[in-house]
Nanobody, 125 residues
Framework: QVQLVESGGGLVQAGGSLRLSCAASGRTFSSYGMGWFRQAPGKDREFVAAITFSGGSTYYADSVKGRFTISRDNAKNTVYLQMNSLKPEDTAVYYC??????????????????WGQGTQVTVSS
């Protein structure tokens, strides 16, 4: 069992930055692939970024590539999402998720077993 708690969301102006954190419980955090998803009002949940258990590989949605960076610190059981050059269309609830191996599709929500409660990110124009 893994519990995930996101933090770091808030209100920021367009062009600004935020860093989201996701703290995980449990001793096996380093064996999980981790992802960030987001859901805007009236829209489906969408993939944002993912990182392998070791941090050796990362994956991004085209809409955030070059602006967002996912990273993890296995010693702290934490995964991060650094968001730069934020746009109003980035406004959403952001969710952290953990996937047990084997993981074939990092970009698909069904690959993830555990989810956090979400943190709101609002980007004003």
């Amino acid at each position: 069992q893994v519990q995930l708690v996101e933090s770091g969301g808030g209100l920021v102006q367009a062009g600004g930055s935020l860093r989201l954190s996701c703290a995980a419980s449990g001793r096996t955090f380093s064996s999980y692939g981790m992802g960030w998803f987001r859901q805007a009002p009236g829209k489906d949940r969408e993939f944002v970024a993912a990182i392998t258990f070791s941090g050796g590989s990362t994956y991004y949605a085209d809409s955030v590539k070059g602006r967002f960076t996912i990273s993890r610190d296995n010693a702290k059981n934490t995964v991060y999402l650094q968001m730069n050059s934020l746009k109003p269309e980035d406004t959403a609830v952001y969710y952290c998720a953990a996937a047990r191996p084997p993981i074939y599709l990092y970009g698909k929500a069904h690959s993830y077993t555990y989810w956090g409660q979400g943190t709101q990110v609002t980007v004003s124009s």
